[in-house]
């Protein structure tokens, strides 16, 4: 090590070329790396989506969700399997052991759907396997009108003829889905009473239409020396093909064409959803983008697209993007980063106060650079992203490199003061001090090793932040140890002081340094006579601090204001979309009305190929969801308008409404239920899954924090339930499968085939015209064509009675759940979570019967386990280090003494600034770990360098601490001025790191406060029972 110093200080130019060089390398990297809202998060998950078109929530179960859940359960690695059956949707979530390959893991599963395909009905859509990916929300939507060159009708159709090529050529664009305004169709409306007459059925319709649109390779003509290939072509080339399409004969053998009773036209296929932005009907376009990819690259490159749509068809339609989710990337990003500007600055002015020179500060202040940079070039090898986390990393660590910086030239300062020539006080001074540097810097990288390498969601989330912070720290103790002492022996016979910084701000700064160790030197000698006041002070003020835990409000993450939030509106059973779109209207008028509100884009009713408003409950006519984005600077945080606008609300009673603060962002991301309280109540029959959930939902409500509960089966749909009497049935040669596909195909419709009109494939649908459905006396009214070619009045063998029946059917494993979630507010209750437990505890529920958590609750639980054991075994490694460091079982256990007293005033502090108890605080306790037990272990470097010059044990005890109180005050000041932008909330996009900051910054504050105290009189004690031994 010695000749690497040597080497650091003979050669400076070549040190700082090399260092120049990591610098340059890393703003390359920054250039290149990519950014993110967070880490790329890849759980081992596959969810698997069928559709199943008008079918009811119990036919999904039984014809599609469970075939697929048994066929899969049985893959090597799986956890568990979970499912969702709706309303015309299965989706089966397969959540693998965390070791699995997701892509083995979905190549085996393709296999098993592929041995049950042939068992799930005909009409039934090919089931598709999705890899679980919890960023693959829409990242962007763009809101567009039709303008006096384009019909409204006609809009959609455009866009996904003319317009969607452009943002499909946009790089890193995984899929572009609208939503809103009309599909275009070929629509062939059937005339059931024309129909009949001419002997004909729906089947024989449709297989003819399948038959004539079709052309065939027939082989190769042989003609002289050349081969001509010959083709039977017979598809549509018009919509008059399909009218003159024969479907039969009649008795005569007369051909008997689809025009003769059915009207074949280009049409729209029923609105089943509305898109709306600002109270206006649009199209809305969802981007998706790829996994991993760079949110802000793609979001520019969008941009460029939109443009060059905005000129080429700027007649016919007007397109803006009115959600952007880089755009909450880069303010927070930018937020972060200036936190990390602001603490560095604030950092080298407290140096320059206690350093009482500008050439010292400077000199540290190389070492930022050269670490940040370098750890950005690492950043890019190891293929990590900028993103809250990993700059989250990186600002919270910005205080602590200068701590080893800061012992190193405080040593190489010393041996100056002694008359040591510049250069060998630059190598005696850093090698002095160059292992106790290295065990500093290692003990707070320890407690990060267990995070880093967890393959729990801690681990997946966290992990990046974690190596940030270890790698800067690194990178700082490398930087330390070669640039300070080549700096300090070219630059500190430079003077560069101004005068008033010489008479002013130094002069103070020394009288306050001389004042400091007096009163430091009276308080620890008063301590080291009479060490019960002080132990009877820390213990009392411990164990007031821990009592806070107690009442402090308990979440997964904390949440983070991006000025926007959800509303979910259920009307009645039943309702339409006018109905439903009246009352969004009411809502939207009374939102745009208010001054803080920006913007608001509602989406009513569902899309057959919209699966994410599926996933996320908004499926039927009755629902709608309505995204507000709040003005910039607006007065209020999304969770204060929420309150605002929910006491303001006047809606009927059979009108449910929620909120969703997209604050809870980071939770979504690794729950499905995102922030808020889930509870899953298992059991097998229906009925009794909805008596307890209606029993444990009236008891929540009286609960103070539990608000807008909901019940999962109290979400009924009404059905009508059409049953055949078999025998009567099967006097016509008909059966319950036959009459089924019949009527399905009757009222809903069936896509018989396709034609290509305008370059693009369009649907070509077979129904009846809506007069002859649309009552329930014409369904049973209605004449159905048998087999043998008799027509039977469906009233002759069937009856219709009206049904409830649970919109969404939950299954987990092979149980049913009936899920109960609510929003909690802690401004009424700090612990929720507890009286939520404590209802349970007390219901009496059925054998074979149980609740659980799960949501965020479920994610605490097992979080902060996995913390906690992060914590004691960080405690375990830090001992294990410092023995191995000094040799000593006992002083290591004194040094380790330090860990109680950071938790001082920590839990109070939270509960001041209104925080949680979090993983962001939970880390703010590791990061605390490496730094605490630092101010110990060099406080007894000193001791036992001074206990060898044969000084008494009392001068050496004190002398020590007199010592260390300026870099250990350097140390603190730096690091918790750092963190102060963080603690504040000065930037956007730092509401994350706060409570961490805040733990970090009191923590630090009482450990140096008490450290300076109690581990000088520790070892005062220890070491005099020593001598006497």
């Given at each position: 090590?010695?000749?690497?110093?040597?080497?650091?200080?003979?050669?400076?130019?070549?040190?700082?070329?090399?260092?120049?060089?990591?610098?340059?390398f890393?703003?390359?990297?920054?250039?290149n790396?990519?950014?993110?809202?967070m880490?790329?998060?890849?759980?081992?998950?596959?969810?698997?989506?069928?559709g199943?078109?008008?079918?009811?929530?119990?036919?999904?179960e039984?014809l599609i969700?469970?075939?697929?859940?048994?066929?899969?359960?049985t893959?090597?690695?799986?956890?568990?399997?979970?499912?969702?059956?709706?309303?015309?949707?299965?989706?089966v979530?397969?959540?693998f052991?965390?070791?699995?390959?997701?892509?083995?893991?979905i190549?085996?599963?393709?296999?098993r759907i592929?041995?049950?395909?042939?068992?799930?009905?005909?009409d039934?859509?090919?089931?598709?396997?999705?890899?679980f990916?919890?960023?693959?929300s829409?990242f962007?939507?763009?809101?567009?009108?039709?303008k006096?060159?384009m019909?409204?009708?006609?809009?959609r159709?455009?866009?996904?003829?003319?317009?969607?090529v452009?943002?499909?050529?946009?790089e890193?664009l995984a899929?572009?889905?609208?939503?809103?305004?009309?599909?275009k169709?070929?629509?062939i409306?059937?005339?059931?009473?024309k129909m009949?007459?001419?002997?004909?059925?729906?089947?024989?319709?449709?297989?003819?239409?399948?038959?004539?649109n079709?052309?065939y390779?027939a082989g190769?003509?042989?003609?002289?020396?050349?081969?001509?290939?010959i083709?039977?072509?017979?598809?549509?080339?018009?919509?008059?093909?399909?009218?003159?399409?024969?479907?039969?004969?009649?008795s005569?053998?007369v051909?008997?064409?689809?025009g003769?009773?059915?009207?074949?036209?280009?049409g729209?296929?029923?609105?089943?959803g509305?898109?709306r932005?600002?109270g206006?009907?649009?199209?809305i376009?969802y981007?998706?983008?790829?996994s991993?990819?760079?949110?802000?690259?793609?979001?520019?490159?969008?941009?460029?697209e939109?443009?060059?749509?905005?000129?080429?068809?700027?007649k016919?339609?007007s397109?803006?993007?009115v959600?952007?989710?880089?755009?909450?990337?880069?303010?927070?990003?930018?937020?972060?980063t200036?936190?990390?500007?602001t603490g560095?600055?604030?950092a080298?002015?407290?140096?320059v106060?206690l350093?009482?020179?500008?050439?010292?500060?400077?000199?540290?202040l190389?070492?930022?650079?050269a670490?940040?940079?370098?750890?950005?070039?690492?950043?890019y090898?190891?293929g990590?992203?900028?993103?809250?986390?990993?700059?989250?990393g990186m600002?919270?660590?910005?205080?602590?490199?200068?701590?080893t910086?800061?012992?190193?030239f405080?040593?190489i300062?010393?041996?100056?003061?002694?008359?040591?020539?510049?250069?060998?006080?630059?190598l005696?001074?850093?090698?002095?001090v160059t292992?106790?540097?290295?065990s500093?810097?290692?003990?707070?990288?320890i407690?990060?090793?267990?995070?880093i390498?967890?393959?729990?969601?801690?681990?997946i989330v966290?992990?990046?932040m974690?190596?940030?912070?270890?790698?800067?720290?690194?990178?700082s103790?490398?930087?330390?140890?070669t640039?300070i002492?080549m700096?300090?022996?070219?630059?500190?016979?430079?003077?560069?002081e101004?005068?008033?910084?010489?008479e002013?701000?130094?002069?103070?700064?020394?009288?306050?340094?001389?004042?400091?160790?007096?009163?430091y030197?009276?308080k620890l000698?008063?301590?080291?006579?009479?060490?019960?006041?002080?132990?009877?002070l820390?213990?009392?003020?411990?164990?007031?601090s821990i009592?806070f835990?107690?009442?402090?409000?308990?979440e997964f993450?904390?949440?983070?204001?991006?000025?926007?939030?959800?509303?979910?509106?259920?009307?009645k059973?039943?309702?339409?979309?006018?109905h439903?779109?009246?009352?969004?209207?009411?809502?939207e008028?009374t939102?745009l009305?208010?001054?803080?509100?920006k913007?608001?884009?509602?989406r009513?009713?569902?899309?057959e190929?919209?699966?994410?408003?599926?996933?996320r409950?908004?499926w039927?006519?009755n629902?709608?969801?309505?995204?507000v984005?709040?003005k910039?600077?607006?007065?209020s945080s999304?969770?204060?308008?929420?309150s605002?606008?929910?006491?303001s609300l006047?809606?009927?009673e059979?009108?449910?409404?929620?909120f969703?603060?997209s604050?809870?962002?980071?939770?979504?991301?690794?729950?499905?239920?995102?922030?808020?309280?889930?509870l899953?109540?298992?059991?097998e029959?229906?009925?009794?899954l909805?008596?307890?959930?209606?029993e444990?939902k009236?008891?929540?409500?009286?609960?103070?924090?539990?608000?807008?509960?909901?019940?999962?089966?109290?979400?009924?749909?009404v059905?009508?339930?059409?049953?055949?009497?078999?025998?009567?049935?099967?006097?016509?040669n008909?059966?319950?499968?036959?009459?089924?596909?019949?009527?399905?195909?009757?009222?809903?419709?069936s896509?018989?085939?396709?034609i290509k009109?305008?370059?693009?494939?369009?649907?070509?649908?077979?129904?009846?015209?809506?007069?002859?459905?649309?009552?329930?006396?014409?369904?049973?009214?209605?004449?159905?064509?048998?087999?043998?070619?008799?027509l039977?009045?469906?009233?002759?063998?069937?009856?219709?009675?009206?049904?409830?029946?649970?919109v969404?059917?939950?299954?987990s494993?092979n149980?049913?759940?009936?899920?109960v979630?609510?929003?909690v507010?802690?401004?009424?209750?700090n612990?929720?979570?507890?009286?939520?437990?404590d209802?349970i505890?007390?219901?009496?529920?059925p054998?074979?019967?149980?609740?659980?958590?799960?949501?965020?609750?479920?994610?605490?639980?097992?979080?902060f386990?996995?913390?906690?054991?992060a914590?004691?075994?960080a405690?375990v490694?830090?001992?294990?280090?410092?023995a191995?460091q000094?040799?000593?079982?006992l002083y290591?256990?004194i040094?380790?003494?330090?860990i109680?007293l950071?938790?001082?005033?920590?839990?109070?502090?939270l509960?001041?600034?209104?925080?949680?108890?979090n993983?962001?605080?939970?880390?703010g306790?590791?990061?605390?770990?490496?730094?605490?037990?630092?101010n110990?272990?060099?406080?007894?470097e000193?001791?036992?360098?001074l206990?060898k010059?044969?000084i008494?044990?009392?001068?050496v005890?004190?002398?020590?601490?007199?010592?260390?109180?300026r870099?250990?005050?350097?140390?603190?000041?730096?690091t918790?001025?750092?963190?102060?932008?963080?603690?504040l909330?000065?930037?956007?996009?730092?509401?994350f790191?706060?409570?961490?900051?805040i733990?970090?910054?009191?923590?630090?504050?009482?450990?140096?406060?008490?450290?300076?105290?109690?581990i000088?009189v520790l070892?005062?004690?220890?070491?005099?029972?020593?001598?006497?031994?």
């Open positions: 090590m010695k000749a690497i110093l040597r080497f650091c200080v003979d050669r400076p130019v070549t040190v700082t070329m090399i260092w120049s060089a990591l610098v340059i890393g703003l390359i990297a920054l250039g790396l990519k950014i993110n809202l880490p790329d998060l890849e759980f081992p998950k596959v969810t698997i989506v069928t199943y078109p008008n079918s009811s929530s119990d036919e999904v039984n969700t469970k075939p697929i859940s048994d066929a899969v359960s893959i090597g690695g799986v956890e568990s399997v979970r499912s969702e059956s709706m309303e015309g949707l299965s989706t979530t397969v959540q052991s965390n070791h699995t390959s997701v892509d083995f893991a190549i085996e599963i393709r296999e592929d041995l049950v395909r042939d068992s799930l009905p005909q039934a859509n090919r089931p598709v396997v999705i890899r990916d919890p960023s693959q829409a962007q939507e763009i809101a567009i009108f039709p006096a060159g019909k409204d009708k006609e809009l159709s455009f866009l996904a003829d003319s317009v969607k452009y943002f499909e050529r946009v890193g899929a572009v889905q609208f939503s809103g305004g009309f599909k169709e070929v629509s409306e059937i005339d059931s009473e009949n007459s001419y002997s004909i059925s729906l089947f024989d319709i449709k297989k003819a239409i399948s038959l004539s079709v052309s390779p190769t003509l042989p003609v002289g020396d050349k081969d001509y290939l083709r039977a072509v017979g598809e549509f080339k018009s919509v008059a093909n399909i009218s003159e399409t024969v479907v039969g004969n009649n005569q053998g051909p008997i064409r689809l003769s009773f059915a009207d074949v036209h280009v729209f296929r029923e609105q089943t509305i898109a932005y600002n206006k009907d649009c199209v376009a981007l998706y983008k790829e991993g990819r760079n949110s802000v690259e793609i979001s520019d490159r969008i941009k460029l939109l443009n060059n749509i905005n000129q080429k068809f700027g016919e339609l397109a803006e993007i959600y952007d989710e880089s755009k909450f990337i880069r303010e927070s990003i930018s937020g972060v200036g936190s990390l500007i560095m600055i604030l080298f002015l407290v140096l106060f350093l009482r020179n500008l050439k010292s500060p400077i000199i540290l190389t070492v930022i650079p670490s940040l940079f370098s750890t950005l070039l690492l950043f090898i190891f990590i992203s900028l993103n809250m986390m990993s700059l989250g600002a919270l660590g910005i205080g602590m490199l200068f701590d910086s800061n012992v190193v405080s040593s300062e010393r041996n100056l003061s002694r008359g040591v020539p510049i250069k060998e006080a630059s005696k001074g850093t090698s002095e292992g106790s540097v290295v500093a810097t290692l003990t707070t990288v407690v990060f090793l267990p995070i390498f967890f393959k729990s969601m801690i681990g966290f992990g990046e974690a190596l940030a912070i270890t790698i800067s720290l690194l990178m103790l490398l930087a330390s140890l640039l002492p700096m300090t022996s070219v630059l500190y016979s430079v003077s560069m101004p005068k008033f910084l010489k002013v701000i130094f002069k103070r700064s020394e009288e306050f340094h001389r004042n400091l160790l007096s009163k030197e009276a000698n008063s301590y080291i006579e009479q060490p019960k006041p002080l132990v009877r820390i213990s009392i003020l411990f164990l007031f009592a835990l107690f009442i402090l409000p308990k993450v904390p949440r983070v204001d991006t000025g926007e939030f959800s509303i979910f509106i259920k009307t059973n039943g309702s339409g979309l006018t439903t779109g009246d009352i969004v209207s009411s809502l008028s939102l009305k208010d001054s803080d509100v913007s608001v884009i509602a009513i009713g569902f899309e190929d919209q699966l994410g408003s599926k996933k409950g908004n039927g006519s629902r709608a969801v309505l995204r984005i709040l910039e600077g607006s007065w999304s969770a204060e308008f929420i605002k606008f929910r006491k006047r809606l009927s059979d009108t449910e409404i929620h969703e603060n604050g809870d962002v980071l939770a979504s991301v690794v729950s499905a239920e995102g922030n808020g309280l889930s899953e109540i298992l059991g029959n229906l009925q009794t909805n008596e307890i959930g209606r444990l009236s008891k929540l409500s009286k609960l103070s924090g539990i608000k807008d509960t909901r019940v999962s089966m109290e979400d009924t749909s059905e009508y339930d059409l049953s055949f009497d078999s025998i009567k049935a099967s006097f016509f008909l059966n319950n499968d036959y009459l089924s596909n019949y009527l399905r195909m009757a009222n809903f419709g896509v018989v085939t396709k009109m305008e370059s693009r494939n369009r649907d070509v649908r077979l129904f009846f015209k809506k007069g002859d459905v649309d009552s329930l006396d014409k369904v049973l009214g209605m004449r159905i064509q048998s087999p043998n070619g008799n039977v009045q469906l009233s002759q063998i069937g009856s219709i009675k009206e049904t409830q029946a649970p969404s059917i939950i299954r494993g149980s049913r759940v009936n899920l979630t609510a929003e507010d802690f401004s009424e209750s612990n929720p979570y507890d009286d939520v437990k209802v505890s007390k219901m009496n529920l054998e074979g019967y149980r609740i659980r958590f799960a949501g965020e609750q479920e994610n605490i639980d097992k979080s386990s996995d913390l906690i054991f914590f004691v075994l405690i490694l830090i001992y294990m280090l410092l191995s000094f040799e000593s079982l290591s256990l040094m380790i003494c330090t109680p950071m938790f001082i005033g920590v839990f109070p502090a509960y001041i600034f209104g925080k949680s108890l993983v962001s605080s939970f880390m306790l590791v990061l605390l770990l490496g730094v605490v037990v630092d110990a272990a060099l406080y007894y000193y001791v036992h360098l206990s010059e044969n008494p044990l009392r001068k005890i004190v002398d020590s601490g007199k010592i260390v109180l870099p250990i005050l350097m140390n603190n000041a730096t918790i001025l750092g963190l102060l932008p963080i603690m909330e000065l930037q956007k996009g730092t509401e790191q706060s409570p961490m900051a733990v970090s910054i009191v923590g630090l504050l009482t450990s140096f406060f008490f450290s300076l105290y109690l000088p070892f005062f004690y220890l070491l005099k029972n020593k001598e006497r031994a």
